[in-house]
């Protein structure tokens, strides 16, 4: 069902300072997105995506900074969608945003962590 852990969501008030203490305290690599204020450190095939600026301001002010959402990528989300609802688990109806079919799985089902499962069958 699940194919794999495609990445972390870590929102930051200020992406360089946060990138400088991945890449000092971590040995990271941190790559900033072009024409973004992402930045993006990539392991294996999964990466840790920096965020910060106007798309985070409301999640910083709500939570704070740190751990904002994980991503999973499936096979098919409608088969996802099957086997939470059979599991009694609530879920958002997918959604389409940057080529992926996305599902949110509610909050209170995945310990308050953002759960997104996607596919790429749009």
């Known amino acids: 069902m699940i194919k794999r852990f ?3 969501d ?5 992406t360089a300072d946060t990138a400088a203490v991945y ?3 971590f040995g990271f690599k941190v790559l900033r997105a072009s ?3 992402d930045g993006i450190i990539t392991i294996g095939d999964a990466e840790i995506r920096l965020r910060s600026g106007a798309v985070v301001a409301d ?4 939570s704070g900074e740190g751990l904002a959402a994980v991503w999973l990528e499936a096979e098919d989300v409608d088969q996802v969608a099957t086997a939470l609802r059979s599991a009694g688990i609530a879920f958002s109806p997918p959604h389409v945003e940057e080529g992926r079919r996305i599902l949110e799985v509610d909050l209170k089902a ?4 953002p759960l997104l499962i996607f ?4």
Do not use: K, Q
């Open 35 to 37: 024409g973004s204020n």
């Open 59 to 62: 999640v910083i002010a709500t």
């Open 6 to 8: 495609d990445r972390l």
């Open 119 to 122: 596919d790429r069958r749009v």
């Open 10 to 14: 870590v929102v930051t008030a200020e």
């Open 23 to 25: 890449e000092r305290n």
């Open 110 to 113: 995945a310990n308050m962590v």
